[in-house]
T-cell receptor, first 117, second 110 residues
Framework: DTEVTQTPKHLVMGMTNKKSLKCEQHMGHRAMYWYKQKAKKPPELMFVYSYEKLSINESVPSRFSPECPNSSLLNLHLHALQPEDSALYLC????????????????FGDGTRLSIL | QKEVEQNSGPLSVPEGAIASLNCTYSDRVSQSFFWYRQYSGKSPELIMSIYSNGDKEDGRFTAQLNKASQYVSLLIRDSQPSDSATYLCAVKRYGNKLVFGAGTILRVKS
């Protein structure tokens, strides 16, 4: 079991649906992340929130919309996704470091496996 | 040149042997380096972090860092079948950004 909890574990949705992925951590971490991982590939960073503010958006299409309601929660809102968006979506958290180069390790949740029909 | 490079493997070792996993990185100013283990269908699990040149040991795992050569390695002693997984090298870039290598598949044969 991990200390970063993601729900749901599996999600199947059509291309016209709207759904949300949720992530919660209670480790007091102030940095939270969304990654996308395709089969047999490494995780790819999508978004970084630091102190509840979006600090990095890796040129992610607008059909993915992140939200950080508070320091423990991170959401990823999905709308009009494409079949190529089917992947494992991973949430991670870490201590935040205001320096240019943080040495804080990131801890991952179990992920949400998303399938787009 | 990729930012973080790993041999994709598979690396096959017999049970009880030492497994040696290697990683090189391109950004000379990188300061923080991590090894994650990922079992098939699961999420990455942090197993080692290293920030200074030299060796860092934790149980059967030893991470080695050489910043001059831009090289990070992970040694697994007394390898067990349960160590069979993909090992991801990750390098921390500017502003909390973590960049992963493609991963090395390790197979430990009993």
């Amino acid at each position: 079991d991990t200390e970063v909890t993601q729900t749901p574990k599996h999600l199947v949705m059509g291309m016209t649906n709207k759904k949300s992925l949720k992530c919660e951590q209670h480790m007091g971490h102030r940095a939270m992340y969304w990654y996308k991982q395709k089969a047999k590939k490494p995780p790819e960073l999508m978004f970084v929130y630091s102190y509840e503010k979006l600090s990095i958006n890796e040129s992610v299409p607008s059909r993915f919309s992140p939200e950080c309601p508070n320091s423990s929660l991170l959401n990823l809102h999905l709308h009009a996704l494409q079949p190529e968006d089917s992947a494992l979506y991973l949430c991670a958290s870490s201590q935040a470091d205001r320096g240019d180069y943080s040495n804080q390790p990131q801890h991952f949740g179990d992920g949400t496996r998303l399938s787009i029909l | 040149q990729k930012e973080v490079e790993q041999n994709s493997g598979p690396l096959s070792v017999p049970e009880g042997a030492i497994a040696s996993l290697n990683c090189t990185y391109s950004d000379r100013v990188s300061q923080s380096f991590f090894w994650y283990r990922q079992y098939s269908g699961k999420s990455p699990e942090l197993i080692m972090s290293i920030y200074s040149n030299g060796d860092k040991e934790d149980g059967r795992f030893t991470a080695q860092l050489n910043k001059a050569s831009q090289y990070v390695s992970l040694l697994i002693r007394d390898s067990q079948p349960s160590d069979s997984a993909t090992y991801l090298c990750a390098v921390k870039r500017y502003g909390n950004k973590l960049v992963f290598g493609a991963g090395t598949i390790l197979r430990v044969k009993s």
